[in-house]
């Protein structure tokens, strides 16, 4: 449990409804795997753990989108001089152009994942720590 978290999100039912989650203050392991199993059962939607207090350097935001099987991960972060940054996957060859459409949007194919259990280690690591390594999140 995380004490300076909220997680919160939606999903999107088979009728195109959205629908929101319950928002968790202090987010546990078994409330990420709640969220991420209702969006997975209904194919389409987003999870976003961040700080309560927005921190003026480091990540202070994960969110995770989800489209029919598909994950990409977005960390959000401040550098030293306050501009943002977003770190996702890296998996596969980056001379690769192909891209992959998540809730309407295109994403290039090596920053998404099909491996719920890597979704949730990167989570985990997130609640724990803080922050993800760059060993699991470019």
């Given at each position: 449990?995380?004490?300076?978290?909220?997680?919160?999100?939606?999903?999107?039912?088979?009728?195109?409804?959205?629908?929101?989650l319950?928002?968790?203050?202090?987010?546990?392991?078994?409330?990420?795997?709640?969220?991420?199993?209702?969006?997975?059962?209904?194919?389409?939607?987003?999870?976003?753990?961040?700080?309560?207090?927005?921190?003026?350097?480091?990540?202070?935001?994960?969110?995770?989108?989800?489209?029919?099987?598909?994950?990409?991960?977005?960390?959000?972060?401040?550098?030293?001089?306050?501009?943002?940054?977003?770190?996702?996957?890296?998996?596969?060859?980056?001379?690769?152009?192909?891209?992959?459409?998540?809730?309407?949007?295109?994403?290039p194919?090596?920053a998404?994942?099909?491996?719920?259990?890597?979704?949730?280690?990167?989570?985990?690591?997130?609640?724990?720590?803080?922050?993800?390594?760059?060993?699991?999140?470019?």
């Amino acid at each position: 449990m995380n004490k300076e978290m909220i997680l919160g999100g939606y999903y999107v039912g088979v009728d195109g409804i959205r629908t929101q989650l319950p928002i968790f203050f202090h987010p546990s392991a078994s409330n990420i795997k709640e969220s991420i199993m209702k969006i997975v059962e209904a194919s389409q939607g987003v999870v976003t753990i961040r700080y309560q207090q927005i921190p003026e350097t480091g990540p202070y935001e994960l969110d995770v989108y989800v489209d029919s099987g598909n994950f990409i991960l977005m960390l959000n972060e401040f550098d030293e001089d306050g501009e943002n940054n977003v770190r996702t996957l890296n998996c596969g060859n980056t001379a690769e152009s192909k891209f992959v459409f998540i809730l309407g949007e295109k994403y290039p194919v090596q920053a998404i994942t099909r491996d719920i259990s890597h979704v949730y280690l990167i989570l985990k690591e997130f609640i724990q720590t803080r922050n993800v390594s760059t060993a699991l999140l470019g």
